[in-house]
């Protein structure tokens, strides 16, 4: 992870140089540490170095961490949660990146219409986490904050889609195998407790 942070470090170097330089020779420098950046990144994860370039060029800018919305929706005392065809059949929340000109809460209402065939409506923002702090693995190219919200279902019905092959309510101690990845047990834990205890705050960090 220490490694991993650096890599990402010198892409955010790179990005925001190339973004602000007027100068050839400045420029070569800062798409010369991009390379160093990927040659790091492939090292440590499962992406070839084509792919990592690829996912560089995609940004530009100022860089800034990339935000990951999840729905939290509550049916009997249950929680819902969806089968990833992306990662071997686990399960997780439904959610995904946030998308251009959309609010965070926008964008994880049509997540979960999308993923998971229910209509919702947020409620509250339980949690803003750091995904670094938090253990999930493999290790992202990118510098993530995963944004948690508590969402009531209004209409709807469980319909998979070309994301998810499964759709189902879980009790807190019957959880299926976790694409950790995206959302740890621990943190589902804490979610049953925002429901046991409405008024808690919202966590951070």
Known sequence: MHWIKIARKLQGISQTGLHYTDSEYDRERYEEIGDIAAEITTSLSTLEKSEVVELQAAEFGYATPKVDVRGVVFRDGKILLVREVADNGRWTLPGGWADLNESAAESVVREIREESGYETEVLKLLAVYDREKHG????????????????????????????????????????????VSRVKESQIRRFFEHLENPNMPTDFD
């Open 136 to 179: 999930h693995e493999p290790p992202f190219p990118y510098h993530v904050y995963k944004h948690f919200f508590h969402c009531r279902i209004t209409g709807g019905e469980a319909v998979t889609s070309h994301e998810t092959s499964g759709i189902d309510f879980f009790v807190v101690d019957e959880l299926p195998e976790l694409s």
